[in-house]
Each structure stands twice: as structure tokens, then as C-alpha cells.
């Protein structure tokens, strides 16, 4: 139940294309929800973020959409670009009491941006 | 801004050797959390550390242990490797109540 399925796990675009990436969650304790981006040899980069009492949130390229009642979220980059080629993680938040709290993460989906 | 950092970058154990990983945390930041990452698969939550405490753990065994210090910088320890230990070592920062975590570029542990 504190699994995060995550969409697919590999996906090539073309250059100026939308890549979507899809995460589903059954907990409903989760109450924060990133995307992280990651390059070989390097740590997770925060790249957007949502709470569950909202259906969209947009930063420049990257979207989130997030359905409540289907427990599902999405991340949509639009123009992709080669440079956006990387290892893509959505994660959930779960408090563990107090001020604090553990992230969940998805599998993966890796993203190559063809020219 | 200072971002989150690790040391040592990359490591190589034996098995049943012990290792002791570090991470200072961002500016300002008061809460560690560490992760596991093996090859090919998401991060997965060791235990986190706040004012000195440990304040919560995942699914590891008693043999992962970890310090916080007063300047909130984190140390992970882990004894009698095994195999399936090799992975990269994640650290991330946030303040105590904030639900961003920052992370470092983490430690690439090989155990032969």
C-alpha cells in the first residue's frame, strides 16, 4: 500500500515532442507529491511538485496533473528537449509524526530526447 | 547557499567490512534523510534525523545506524557488508516541517 507505480519505464521522444510520464499511488496518506530528475552519477533533482487539493501545476515546461479520486498523477514535458534526456522519478510523501516525513519513490522511467 | 554534499564520492569494501558515509547538509537545513538507491531502481528510505534523533526508519536492518550532529551534519554507518549493500547512498536535507528534501550527488558504495 505505500508503493508508487510508476509509467513507463523507458521513453524515447523526438525533439519538440510531449513526454509523459504516469504514476499511480493506493495510500491516501500521501499528501505530497515530486518528480525528481536525475542524470547518471548524479542525486535526484527537485523539478516540480504538487499537493493533493490542486490538479495542475505548471513550471515552464514541466506539468503536473493530478487526479485525486484515480490516485493518479502525471508529469508532461512539452518541447522536449535532448538535454532533458535523464532518469525520471515521481515520489510520495508520507508524515512520519512530528515535523517529519519519507519519501516514496517510483521505479524510473528513463528519457531519451532524440535531435 | 551551500547545497547538500557527501563524502567520500566513491568507496570499495570487502564483505563484512564496516563503512561510514558523510553528508553535510544544506544551509539552514535541520532534518537528514538517507536513501538507497541500487542499480536500475528508485531511492529507497533508510531512516531520517532530526535535532539529533532518529525519526523514523524503513525497512533495514539494525546493522544500518546513523549519527546527526548539532551543525545537523549526518553520518551513515553500515556493518558487516554484504553484497547487496552495493548501491548509491543518497542524502537528503530539508527543514523540519518542510516537505522538500534536497539531495546530495550521494556515494557510489561497491562491496567485492
Known amino acids: 500500500q505505500q508503493q508508487v507505480k510508476q509509467s513507463p519505464q523507458s521513453l524515447i521522444v523526438q525533439k519538440g515532442g510531449i513526454s509523459i510520464i504516469n504514476c499511480a499511488y493506493e495510500?491516501?496518506?500521501?499528501?505530497?507529491f515530486p518528480w525528481y530528475q536525475q542524470f547518471p552519477g548524479k542525486g535526484p533533482a527537485l523539478l516540480i511538485a504538487?499537493?493533493?487539493?490542486?490538479s495542475e501545476k505548471k513550471e515552464g515546461r514541466f506539468t503536473i496533473s493530478f487526479n485525486k479520486s484515480a490516485k493518479q498523477f502525471s508529469l508532461h514535458i512539452m518541447d522536449s528537449q535532448p538535454g532533458d534526456s535523464a532518469t525520471y522519478f515521481c515520489?510520495?510523501?508520507?508524515?512520519?509524526?512530528?515535523?517529519?516525513?519519507?519519501?516514496?519513490f517510483g521505479t524510473g522511467t528513463l528519457l531519451a530526447v532524440q535531435p | 547557499e551551500t547545497g547538500v554534499t557527501q563524502s567520500p564520492t566513491h568507496l570499495i569494501k570487502t564483505r563484512g567490512q564496516q563503512v561510514t558515509l558523510r553528508c553535510s547538509s544544506q544551509?539552514?537545513?535541520?532534518?537528514v534523510s538517507w536513501y538507497q538507491q541500487a542499480l536500475g531502481q528508485g531511492p529507497q528510505f533508510i531512516f531520517q534525523?532530526?535535532?539529533?534523533?532518529?525519526?523514523g526508519r524503513g525497512n533495514f536492518p539494525p546493522r544500518f545506524s546513523g549519527l546527526q550532529f548539532p551543525n545537523y551534519s549526518s553520518e551513515l554507518n553500515v556493518n558487516a557488508l554484504e553484497l547487496d549493500d552495493s548501491a548509491l547512498y543518497l542524502c537528503?536535507?530539508?527543514?523540519?516541517?518542510?516537505?522538500?528534501?534536497?539531495f546530495g550527488p550521494g556515494t557510489r558504495l561497491t562491496v567485492l
Open positions: 537528503a536535507s530539508s527543514l523540519g516541517g518542510g516537505l522538500t528534501q534536497y
Open positions: 495510500n491516501t496518506a500521501f499528501d505530497y
Open positions: 504538487i499537493r493533493p487539493d490542486v
Open positions: 515520489a510520495a510523501s508520507m508524515a512520519m509524526g512530528g515535523a517529519t516525513n519519507k519519501l516514496i
Open positions: 544551509s539552514g537545513h535541520n532534518t
Open positions: 534525523y532530526y535535532r539529533e534523533e532518529e525519526n
